[in-house]
């Protein structure tokens, strides 16, 4: 396999992620009827337009697409962990911002135990800032 080949694989892969996770998003709030809360929104922000830029830099290979998808995921990632943080307590609910509406700490799944929706969005925004680094160390 050829270098450019594991370069567009790292990227496709990255693509998927992205594309799946777009796609629970709104299984989740469409299908489920979970209302997202305030960061359940901003997270979306960053994830869905990684889907079409990512998506960009595979027809042909582009490695220039790494420039403009690892900030918004470094955002979603950054807002995935406060997320998480508020969820399990460790950050205070007077730090929440869902003051109003749905809160952002409501409890919709929970699988085996820690599996949670916020917990879902910050492993995809990792696994995905983890292949675009391993994309950036590559171009080097």
Known sequence: MSTLDKKWTLLFIAWTI??????????????MGFAPC????????CLFPLVIILATGLFPYDGKVIKYSLPLA?????????????????IPKE????????????????????LTI????????????????LLLRSKQ
């Open 38 to 45: 305030v960061l359940c929104w901003y997270q979306r922000i």
């Open 118 to 133: 916020p917990m879902l969005s910050l492993l995809s925004f990792s696994a995905i800032i983890i292949l675009l680094i």
């Open 74 to 90: 470094i955002a979603g990632w950054l807002t995935a962990v406060y997320h998480n943080l508020l969820y399990s307590g460790i």
């Open 95 to 114: 730090l929440e911002p869902c003051t109003k509406g749905i809160s952002c700490t409501e409890d919709y799944i929970d699988l085996f135990g820690f």
């Open 18 to 31: 992205a594309g799946g996770s777009a796609l629970g998003s709104i299984f989740f709030s469409h299908f």
